[in-house]
């Protein structure tokens, strides 16, 4: 007996069925899906009419493929890669018309999303046929759903990956089930979790057959994708690696008007040696002082800062006195451990000597649990507050210790403490990821970086590479606390580092994925193209298609 999935999917397999069904009843009504492009495609026409004139003045630039998925990554790629034809550029906008990356959609609504997509994004292709014939640029889409998978590796009738993209696709599936299930650990007997990981698996080994197979018979010059860690979005950026294809990935950080972004690695990354090598030799300003002052003491003050609507605490700095008898801390020195949010992909893949977050925090608070010579503060994070549904750092600590000493102290996300308090209070700064790291050291208080960071390695951290070495460091610096103050050459590299991070990394961009519809009203892509837009936003551009990383000092 046929369920109603069941009946779906027969029913997108017949030769015009999804086609059909769309035209006569889904095409003209107001979509009820979460998978929605109506905004898209009322305002694409009108920026198509504005991009006209720069193309045909334009100089003929690269061939490149920009791979988006999820529909608000799609709509601010449709706009992205107008833009860049509008500099000359030959754009394939490569769209997966996926809502729920870790759910089996049945074969007629996946269909009938991909036509969804197609007619969103069909002014794209009024851009005038004799631009085409004439070699000048213009966006061409097309659909992942319909890429054929790669045909040299098969294995009978069956495609079959290279070894290199196969442990690919097994890594980046790992990492799916991880930020999808939003826990470090993926229990395979468990249903819900093999469910997952399996089909991640399934539809991650589908994106790089296709891919490879587009790419190696298209050749494009330079590769786009958001994000470039996770998802297909991590598996496509892989195989343009794997064939050796520049590839930009690219991501967001709180700020308006902002984009981070990276050339042939995940931006997720944060890979920042460029950034180092050709900036953090540069000396420190008093205005560069200034600036990074107001940023920090804006923080500690739970204020917004800048075109961010962010707060980075919930509750203003109260002082050190204050919080220490808040918390009932005595004179016996302070090490403050700060935790990431789980689930952010920020985190994944960060493993150093630990196997996970989870396991680091696990075995550093039981080592603590035998040192009551010092107090433990662990700061869970407050953006926990924003992601409930993760698996809390607090309960981590919790299940490692039953029953937690009175010289370990846990701050839960949503308690009234301020991390600068802490920070101001602390003798020693623990840190996976988290940029509370730097802001640590920037005050002379030493850290020990646990995890793969930004900042790891930079000269003002102590960077273990196994839990021998990381346990001989706790051991030594516990020894004797006040000689580990970081000296002044120390906090003036914490310092520089932090600008180049906070100021320099990102860069001028007019549209954020959040807030997207708000930042187009304030720059139409006619606007970007001006050359008002050009002299704000025109160097990021060339470096989202793989020119050299430059500054203008």
Same mark, same amino acid.
């Given at each position: 007996m046929l369920n109603k999935t069941s009946l779906r999917n027969f029913i997108g397999e017949l030769p015009l069925a999804a086609e059909l069904d769309y035209t006569l009843r889904q095409k003209n009504r107001a979509r009820r899906d979460h998978y929605n492009l109506a905004r898209l495609a009322k305002s694409l026409p009108q920026a198509v009419e504005q991009v006209e004139?720069?193309?045909?003045?334009?100089?003929?630039?690269?061939?490149?493929?920009?791979?988006?998925?999820?529909?608000?990554?799609?709509?601010?790629?449709?706009?992205?890669?107008?833009?860049?034809?509008?500099?000359?550029?030959?754009?394939?906008?490569?769209?997966?018309?996926?809502?729920?990356?870790?759910?089996?959609?049945?074969?007629?609504?996946?269909?009938?999303?991909?036509?969804?997509?197609?007619?969103?994004?069909?002014?794209?292709?009024?851009?005038?046929?004799?631009?085409?014939?004439?070699? /000048?640029?213009?966006?061409?889409?097309?659909?992942?759903?319909?890429?054929?998978?790669?045909?040299?590796?098969?294995?009978?009738?069956?495609?079959?990956?290279?070894?290199?993209? /196969?442990?690919?696709?097994?890594?980046?599936?790992?990492?799916?089930?991880?930020?999808?299930?939003?826990?470090?650990?993926?229990?395979?007997?468990a249903p819900k979790d093999r469910a997952i990981h399996d089909l991640r698996i399934k539809r991650n080994t589908f994106a790089a057959l296709a891919a490879l197979e587009w790419m190696q018979t298209h050749k494009p010059d330079v590769v786009l994708i958001p994000n470039g860690l996770i998802l297909e979005m991590g598996i496509v950026f892989r195989v343009a690696r794997y064939l050796n294809i520049p590839a930009m990935t690219f991501e967001f950080n709180d700020q308006r008007e902002q984009i981070w972004l990276a050339q042939n690695t995940s931006i997720m990354r944060q890979d920042t040696d460029y950034l180092v090598e050709a900036r953090c030799r540069l000396p420190m300003t008093d205005e560069m002082y200034e600036r990074l002052a107001d940023l920090e003491n804006a923080r500690r003050g739970a204020r917004v800062w800048g075109k961010s609507k962010r707060l980075w605490q919930y509750v203003s700095a109260q002082g050190a006195e204050q919080t220490r008898n808040a918390l009932g801390l005595d004179d016996r020195p302070v090490v403050l451990l700060a935790a990431n949010v789980l689930g952010d992909s920020l985190t994944l893949g960060r493993d150093i000597f630990a196997e996970s977050m989870s396991a680091w925090i696990t075995r550093t608070v039981r080592f603590f649990a035998t040192r009551p010579d010092v107090q433990l503060v662990i700061r869970v994070h407050p953006g926990e507050k924003l992601v409930p549904q993760a698996k809390s750092m607090g309960t981590v600590v919790r299940e490692a210790l039953p029953e937690i000493p009175s010289h370990i102290h846990l701050i839960n996300a949503l308690d009234n403490v301020n991390t600068y308090d802490l920070i101001e209070i602390a003798s020693l700064g623990l840190a996976y990821t988290t940029t509370v790291g730097v802001e640590t050291a920037m005050n002379g208080i030493p850290v020990i970086s646990c995890g793969q960071t930004h900042y790891r390695g930079r000269g003002f951290t102590i960077d273990p590479n196994s839990w021998e070495e990381y346990f001989a460091v706790l051991e030594k610096v516990l020894a004797d606390l006040p000689a580990q103050r970081l000296p002044d050459d120390q906090v003036a590299k914490a310092w520089n580092y932090a600008y180049r991070f906070f100021f320099e990394y990102p860069r001028p961009f007019p549209w954020r994925l959040m807030n997207f519809w708000d930042d187009i009203e304030v720059w139409p892509v006619e606007k970007v193209l001006s050359e008002e837009g050009m002299a704000q936003f025109g160097e990021t551009f060339k470096f989202l298609v793989g020119e050299p990383f430059s500054w203008k000092d």
């Open positions: 004139p720069f193309v045909q003045k334009a100089q003929p630039g690269k061939n490149i493929l920009f791979f988006a998925t999820l529909h608000y990554w799609i709509e601010q790629a449709a706009y992205v890669s107008l833009t860049l034809a509008g500099l000359g550029h030959k754009v394939t906008l490569m769209t997966l018309p996926y809502s729920e990356w870790h759910k089996e959609m049945d074969k007629l609504t996946q269909r009938q999303r991909a036509l969804h997509t197609r007619d969103a994004l069909s002014s794209l292709s009024s851009l005038r046929h004799d631009l085409r014939s004439s070699g /000048q640029a213009f966006v061409e889409h097309l659909s992942f759903l319909d890429l054929k998978p790669a045909s040299p590796w098969r294995r009978g009738d069956t495609p079959v990956l290279p070894a290199a993209l /196969q442990a690919d696709v097994e890594e980046v599936s790992l990492w799916d089930a991880q930020y999808t299930l939003m826990r470090e650990e993926v229990d395979m007997e």
